[in-house]
């Protein structure tokens, strides 16, 4: 539950968030991305990436016809082989919601929405809390809003963090993942900031980009994410989930940052519950990863199928 | 469909380990034994000792080198002396070509000579591969660009080169001590003898055949191998003109006695036991990493280690919980395996004397920490080590240990920071975390040490002179003040 903070202590609290250093910061993930994961590891790997997708889609041009497609493919992503699980959750936008939660309904992969007027949040409050009504209402287990990010710059915390709750309110059960959109941040200080910000607001998940702006998701970026997510669990016990976002198209990527996060946060995020990744086309080439490591040669990407 | 259920359950509850990712070998190819490169060949040595080089990681022999005798020390430093006239003499843009080239195999060979450096020391591959080669190759690169500007480096003076400088390297990091101590003097025109430490030197016999690839001149640079003694034999050779060493205290100080009186240059880079200073506020997750770094990179063999931690009252104990933490994360292990963060130690009398130290820190009262860690049953090993409720008199807070030992205490104002830090015999190095930049200058003006860190540890680049105060030495390496102990300045 959000913890109510007195109105006029929010930005100097804010202020008083510990600062990063960002040569110590992009050093400390670019160490980490050369760690070496091979073999079983590496399956090891990619078996949780897959588990941990949020398989996306949010184009103006998705129809019912592209969620029926992507749904069937996040449920089995390899036809004809039940050792590839399914992933996470299926992304869209909210009027897609009530077609993704069709075709998912018993397959355990879950449905989660973009909202709060995605990806800019430049609208007005009352709407950004009913289009997230009217996603939940449709099926939506999981909601991905946005934070006002013009808010934070101008240094509005209270703004930010008076939506937050509102709009974890609306979500009633439904999980609340927190856009922070950090491509627009401009500094690790503001990201930490706008981490612990969403947190303590009652974000469950703190989620970096929404894929519009970049730069997306960088390691170093989840690494100061993750930071913020160890101390607030370490002062408040709460564990909080975190979704890198954005730009995460290659099996070696997806390692790097399971690698971030397991020496971040511990082996208790490396589960669907506290850890996913936003990506539309990274699934195909951890396909064809597993299928190399199995039987040591890559297959043509004619084996694997688009949506 | 049942063997593919079996596979998912395992998935699912197997832990995320890493799996082994060694780093090759068989493309090194190391020789029995090694003679001495002597005029620009390997010779037979006068002397018939040798003795074994050990791999610390395994304590499996990987090769045989010579104890090198008088008459063997005295062949060298003759070498070096013919040599000295004609590449003294020869057209400085000529020498620069030379370095430029040994810059350059360095390069094309360094998967090879990481490996070398890993198996002969015990250090990670990954420290190997990523610092020591690249930084002795950028030496060699930094020097070459000084060999034909020597006379702007020194503005209305003439530089001239000195003559033979013999040099004694440590086991720490033997290629990049190398190429700090050969790379200035064959820039200014000097021919060395170079003995390496007696425990890591397969990677200057590796250097030996890069300088026969280069077709540098015969007698140039001269390798001798052996323990003190042969050492002590290079510096005290009358020809010999100029005398560099890096090592213990100890060790430096018998060598400037000797030397007294000798009319020959010399400088020393010894011991120190740094003051890593963390003030409340400082990044902390970044300060954790220097910390980290400071005092357990390449297994704390380090003269200019953070081994101890200074740390501001107020923030010590949240500090203190996640240096703990991150120290657990640390992988001890096969150091050719990419992962490692720590490897062996390098040899059997250095863990002695950590494991002695250490011992006496508990006995004084210091509250020992190590994260739980499976040490390997062969090889030399030591566990990440931290020791809070640690007093200013305590040894561990007073002695160089030279491994993977931090010793934690505390202070409450800046000039107790100061204090405290500038309170050792040594001075080498100190590191400062604060997000306040007039701080960061305040402190690097009272700091008494070559080189003080902000915000970061253990960075090291040629073109930045390295050194020491008090009874860490004199003398600087790296950088334009590099060049100044190779030159004669008239």
């Not at chain 1, 016990?237 to 971040?264: D, N």
């Not at chain 2, 009252?313 to 992962?339: F, M, Q, V, W």
């Not at chain 2, 490692?340 to 002695?356: E, F, V, Y």
Request: net charge neutral.
């Amino acid at each position: 539950m959000a913890t109510a903070l007195s109105l006029s202590h929010l930005g100097s609290l804010m202020r008083g968030v510990r600062s990063v250093d960002q040569v110590g910061a992009e050093e400390r993930a670019a160490s980490l991305a050369k760690r070496s994961i091979k073999k079983s590891s590496k399956l090891w790997a990619l078996d949780l990436a897959i588990r941990c997708m949020d398989l996306t889609t949010l184009e103006g041009s998705d129809t019912p016809g592209k969620i029926t497609a992507l749904c069937a493919k996040g449920i089995r992503p390899q036809p004809g082989d039940a050792s590839i699980p399914s992933v996470a959750a299926i992304c869209c936008y909210p009027a897609q919601v009530a077609d993704a939660k069709a075709h998912l309904r018993g397959s355990g992969v879950r449905v989660a929405s973009v909202a709060t007027a995605f990806p800019s949040g430049q609208s007005f409050m009352s709407i950004k809390v009913a289009e997230v009504g009217e996603a939940v209402a449709a099926g939506a287990d999981e909601v991905d809003m946005v934070i006002d990010r013009g808010a934070f710059l101008s240094g509005d915390y209270q703004k930010v963090y008076d939506e937050i709750v509102e709009i974890k309110e609306a979500c009633g059960d439904a999980h609340l993942k927190v856009i922070l959109e950090t491509g627009e941040l401009g500094t690790y200080d503001s990201v930490r900031r706008a981490s612990i910000l969403a947190m303590a607001a009652g974000a469950d998940f703190i989620k970096t980009s929404t894929g519009k702006i970049q730069p997306a998701a960088t390691l170093p970026v989840s690494l100061v994410m993750m930071e913020a997510i160890r101390d607030f669990v370490r002062e408040t016990g709460r564990p909080v989930g975190f979704k890198p976002a954005g730009g995460i198209r290659t099996s070696k990527q997806a390692i790097a940052y399971l690698v971030v996060l397991y020496e971040t946060l511990g082996p208790d995020w490396m589960t669907p519950e506290r850890f996913r990744l936003g990506a539309s086309s990274l699934l195909n080439d951890v396909l064809m990863q597993i299928e190399k490591e199995r039987t040591g040669a890559y297959q043509s990407g004619d084996y694997f199928t688009i949506d | 469909m049942a063997i593919a259920k079996r596979h998912r359950t395992e998935l699912a509850t197997q832990k995320f380990e890493y799996a082994p990712a060694p780093e090759s070998t068989d493309f090194v190819k190391i020789e029995p034994h090694y003679g001495l490169f002597i005029g620009g060949k390997m010779t037979a040595a006068h002397s018939k000792k040798r003795f074994a080089t050990i791999n610390p990681a395994t304590e499996a022999k990987l090769s045989e080198v010579v104890e090198a005798d008088e008459v063997d020390v005295d062949r060298a430093v003759k070498a070096a002396d013919r040599a000295f006239d004609s590449w003294s003499r020869l057209d400085p843009s000529r020498r620069a070509r030379y370095l430029f080239r040994i810059s350059r195999i360095l390069q094309e060979r360094a998967r090879e000579l990481a490996v070398v450096e890993t198996m002969d020391g015990g250090k990670p591959i990954k420290e190997s591969r990523d610092v020591d080669v690249p930084l002795s190759a950028a030496h060699f690169f930094y020097y070459a660009g000084w060999a034909d500007k020597l006379e702007w480096a020194f503005p209305n003076r003439k530089p001239r080169p000195i003559g033979v400088a013999g040099q004694v390297i440590p086991w720490n990091f033997p290629l990049l001590m190398l190429a700090w101590k050969i790379a200035p003097a064959l820039a200014a025109g000097n021919t060395v003898v170079l003995k390496p430490a007696e425990t890591t030197p397969l990677s200057a016999m590796l250097f030996a055949d890069i300088c026969q690839q280069a077709e540098l001149p015969p007698g140039v640079v001269n390798i001798v191998t052996g323990a003190g003694k042969t050492g002590s034999l290079v510096v005290s050779h009358p020809a010999v003109q100029k005398v560099a060493f890096t090592g213990s205290t100890e060790v430096g100080k018998l060598i400037q006695r000797s030397l007294a009186g000798s009319g020959k240059r010399l400088t020393l880079e010894l011991g120190g036991k740094a003051a890593n200073i963390v003030f409340e506020d400082a990044p902390m997750d970044a300060a954790i990493e220097g910390i980290v770094n400071g005092i357990y990179f390449n297994q704390g063999h380090v003269c200019c280690a953070g081994s101890r931690l200074l740390v501001q009252e107020s923030i010590a104990e949240p500090l203190l919980e996640k240096l703990k933490l991150r120290l657990g994360t640390l992988r001890l292990g096969d150091p050719l395996d990419k992962n490692t963060d720590i490897g062996a130690i390098n040899s059997k009398a250095q863990l002695d004397k950590i494991t002695g130290l250490v011992e006496s820190g508990v006995e004084e009262g210091a509250e020992l920490f190590q994260p739980e860690c499976k040490l390997p049953e062969r090889g030399f090993w030591f566990p990440p080590t931290l020791f809070t409720n640690v007093s200013q008199s305590y040894r561990i807070a007073r002695e160089e240990i030279f491994g993977p030992v931090l010793s934690v205490l505390t202070f409450r104002t800046p000039a107790e920071a100061v204090e405290k830090a500038n309170n050792t015999p040594y001075g080498l190095s100190a590191g400062v975390w604060t997000d306040k930049g007039s701080r960061i200058l305040w402190m690097a003006e009272r700091m008494r040490a070559g080189v003080v860190w902000a915000n970061t540890f253990n960075r090291f680049d040629p073109t930045s002179p390295f050194g020491g105060y008090k009874e860490s030495g004199y003398g600087r390496e790296g950088g334009l003040h590099g060049l100044l102990p190779y030159v004669e300045l008239n």
